[in-house]
């Protein structure tokens, strides 16, 4: 009954459209927060986690909806940084969920989805593909270090996919219309950068 409460009348509601997906940010915190107080993240209960799960993968999917199919997207505040706060919450829930071995895979999927989240956060803010690029190997060649350096092998494969999108982005997009010189001279950095791989 909460979780239909939560949903219906608390979430589509009582929630202007503008502060829909800042409430999807915040509904897991929420709950995550009481589940601590309680000494138990079941004390919500099965039906409250789903409610929550589904307003927050609602709004998560609304940052990679273009602006001419959710042109209300423009209307929330502060709509630019909502991508990479949804990326460090996801990371602050890999982070503590890959500590209880019954919520490892579900980490798992959090830290990809906020690989992703960062990655749709670039095409968003910057204009130049190269630009967006060059975010993209950072945050490979950051999720890699730090996987090195606390010996965390899901990490360390997490940062594959970043890193095979930035260089297939590189491959097909970015230096396709560059002139010859620097199209070899970038197939030169990216054959090195895989060797280095």
Same mark, same amino acid.
């Given at each position: 009954?909460?979780?239909l409460v939560?949903?219906?009348?608390?979430?589509?509601?009582?929630?202007p459209?503008?502060?829909a997906?800042w409430v999807?940010?915040a509904?897991?915190?929420l709950v995550?927060?009481?589940?601590a107080?309680?000494?138990?993240m079941?004390?919500?209960?099965?039906?409250?986690?789903?409610?929550v799960a589904?307003i927050?993968?609602?709004?998560y999917?609304?940052?990679?909806?273009?602006?001419?199919?959710m042109p *209300?997207? @423009?209307?929330v505040p502060?709509?630019?940084?909502? %991508? $990479?706060?949804?990326a460090a919450? =996801?990371?602050l829930?890999?982070?503590?969920?890959?500590?209880?071995?019954s919520?490892?895979?579900i980490g798992?999927i959090?830290?990809y989805?906020g690989?992703i989240?960062?990655?749709a956060?670039?095409?968003?803010?910057f *204009?130049? @593909?190269?630009?967006?690029s060059?975010?993209?190997? %950072? $945050?490979a060649l950051?999720?890699? =270090?730090?996987s090195l350096?606390?010996?965390?092998k899901?990490?360390g494969?997490?940062s594959?996919?970043?890193f095979?999108?930035?260089?297939?982005?590189?491959?097909?997009y970015d230096?396709?219309?560059?002139?010859?010189?620097i199209?070899?001279?970038?197939?030169?950095?990216?054959?090195a950068s $895989?060797?280095?791989?």
């Open positions: 009954y909460v979780a939560l949903v219906h009348a608390g979430y589509f509601e009582s929630v459209a503008q502060w997906p999807g940010l509904v897991i915190p995550g927060a009481y589940a107080l309680r000494g138990d079941k004390a919500p209960g099965t039906p409250l986690w789903f409610a589904l927050f993968v609602a709004n999917s609304r940052l990679f909806a273009g602006h001419s199919m *209300e997207i @423009r209307d502060a709509h630019d940084l909502l %991508a $990479l706060c949804y919450e =996801l990371y829930g890999y982070y503590f969920l890959r500590k209880i071995p919520m490892k895979e798992r959090a830290l989805a690989h989240a960062i990655m956060w670039a095409i968003q803010i *204009e130049s @593909r190269f630009v967006v060059l975010v993209w190997g %950072a $945050l950051g999720c890699l =270090l730090l350096n606390r010996r965390d899901i990490l494969q997490s594959l996919l970043v095979a999108a930035s260089v297939f982005k590189a491959l097909l230096i396709a219309l560059a002139a010859p010189l199209r070899i001279a970038s197939l030169l950095v990216l054959g $895989l060797y280095l791989r």
